[in-house]
């Protein structure tokens, strides 16, 4: 079925990352930055290139299309979803994708900042690469492979089905979102308007996995306010608020609880942001576990640590809000079992073997779980993400065309016949 195909996904992938599509975390606007829309705007054009009739654009930058259904059998509608913003970490203005055909396996440096190398040292995954092709940035930016991948390989599957309509499939959504890098990928969403039952993010890594849980994540924000002074005449007047919230960093864990010091299952406590002055000063945290108790036990660790800090100074005051980022999805998939099967039946149907595991952050399916769309994540290939070493494999990218198409076909096969 595919051995004749002419695969889009990396032509599509070369010209979308070249859009600036970077969102901004302390814009009061949604979506966060209007240069999203902009790619968006190509991407309803080129659905409605392709024969997508309903493809649309709205105010908030989500774009919703659909590829009806073609099969006499009742199938569950299915949503693909993958984000069009590039995370605030780095730079994602002038990107300039490189294509290395056929990779010999040697150091790749990158040639706008010749200090910034790839290695199959430092990328054990290269290594999977050598004789395939392999697209980098230029060494000045990220490459926006988070996650343009997965928007480019949505945008195959769907030329490949309009092109293919012996492919038998039900009713099939899409939807591109913003601002998912800054935790809002569904703050705008119309749940009602896509109107699917279940759905998909393209937003994994390595070829083969398949995750289906997530962190559950909050935010921490302490507020410390001070006694200000003039500083020649502030002796047992002032209180410096910046001293005290150093003292509140200094007291986190240094051998635990960090994203340096932890893998695999454990969760975290992430100083982001510091900001202030001696009057007033604000640091910003972000708090991860796999399980609510957990998350709630890190909570109350660090609201601990400011406690005791605060109350060497009895003249200063302090503020802790939390607010809820998302929750582990799994909750929400292990009540529809199917959803995982189907995907690890269409893997298989691509030659692909199953990794199932857990993804140390999030994506819009932790959120898109819990509003009533159960939605494990499917691999792109991206690699080192969100730096200027990030890389992504063409293999990699058209077996994640292979197995969308393979799903929906798996999902139509598994369904009811009418009446």
Known sequence: MFKDYNYTCVERFMRYVRIDTQSDPKSGQSPSTEKQKNLGKILVEELLAIGVTDAALDEFGYVYATIPSNT??????????????????CSGTNVKPILHNIYDGKNIILPDDTTQVLSTEEFKYLKEHIGKSIITASGNTLLGADDKAGVAEIMDMAN???????????????LFTPDEEIGKGTANLNIGKLGADFGYTLDGGELGTLEDETFSADAAEITVHGVIAHPGYAKDTLVNALKIAGEILSRLPKK??????????????????????????????IIRDFTGSGLKANTERLQKVAEEVLHKHPKAKMEFKITEQYRNMKDVLDQ????????????????VKVRRQSIRGGTDGSRLSFIGLPCPNIFTG?????SKKE???????????????????VWEKRSNDKG
């Open 256 to 285: 635990e609880l960090s994203p340096e010091t932890t893998d695999k299952r454990k969760g975290f406590i992430h100083p982001v942001r510091v900001e202030g002055l001696a009057e007033r000063a604000t640091l910003e945290f």
């Open 336 to 351: 529809h079992p199917q959803v995982m099967k189907y995907a690890e039946e269409a893997y298989k149907k691509s030659g």
């Open 160 to 174: 490949f089905l309009i092109t293919h309509s012996e492919v038998k499939h039900g009713t099939i959504k899409i």
């Open 72 to 89: 006499d059998k009742v199938v569950p509608v299915i949503c693909f979803c993958s984000h069009v913003d590039t995370a605030p970490d």
């Open 391 to 409: 890389w992504i494999g063409v293999r990699d990218m058209k077996k994640a065309v292979e197995v969308l198409v393979n799903l929906v076909q």
């Open 382 to 386: 991206m690699q080192g993400i969100h």
